[in-house]
């Protein structure tokens, strides 16, 4: 009986604070969401920079990145949206800055097969 009125009078004036504070949660459905400006999200391509050097495909940790030559200057960057694990890498690893992480979310997807992309296309035909 005494432990019980003991943790009473400990919990009381603890319910009593939490009854009378703002909770500290997000408050994401009722306002935006903030980002913090470390944030390193969407990963996005200049296909103006991009040179198809593979540097970015060969240096991501998660294997996120795929670069698929058919010549020197015919290949396809492709992005895998569910492996990446958004460690920047790819960005530290391009010499042409053309790979950024920017402060957005990926959008979710309802099927596996749309989380890939193909973010550079180049294809040199001359004829």
Same mark, same amino acid.
């Not at 500290?24 to 198809?52: H, M, N, Q, W």
């Not at 957005?104 to 596996?112: D, L």
């Given at each position: ?40 999200g969407k990963v996005t391509i200049d296909p103006?920079? %991009?040179?198809? $050097? =593979?540097? #970015?495909?060969?240096? +991501?940790?998660?294997? @996120?990145?795929? /670069?698929?030559? *058919? ?12 492996? %990446?694990?958004? $460690? =920047?890498? #790819?960005?530290?690893? +391009?010499?042409?800055? @053309?790979?950024? /992480?920017?402060? *957005? ?23």
């Amino acid at each position: 009986m005494l432990s019980r009125l003991r943790s009473l009078l400990y919990l009381l004036p603890q319910f009593w604070r939490m009854l009378f504070t703002r909770p500290v949660t997000v408050r994401y459905p009722f306002a935006p969401l903030k980002l913090p400006s470390y944030f390193r999200g969407k990963v996005t391509i200049d296909p103006e920079l %991009c040179r198809g $050097c =593979g540097m #970015c495909a060969r240096d +991501c940790p998660a294997f @996120a990145l795929e /670069l698929e030559r *058919e010549s020197r200057d015919n290949f396809r960057l492709i992005h895998y949206h569910d492996r %990446c694990a958004y $460690c =920047g890498q #790819c960005e530290a690893s +391009c010499n042409f800055g @053309a790979i950024k /992480l920017v402060n *957005e979310f990926v959008p979710a997807a309802p099927q596996r097969d749309t989380l890939s992309r193909v973010m550079v296309r180049r294809d040199n035909e001359e004829a």
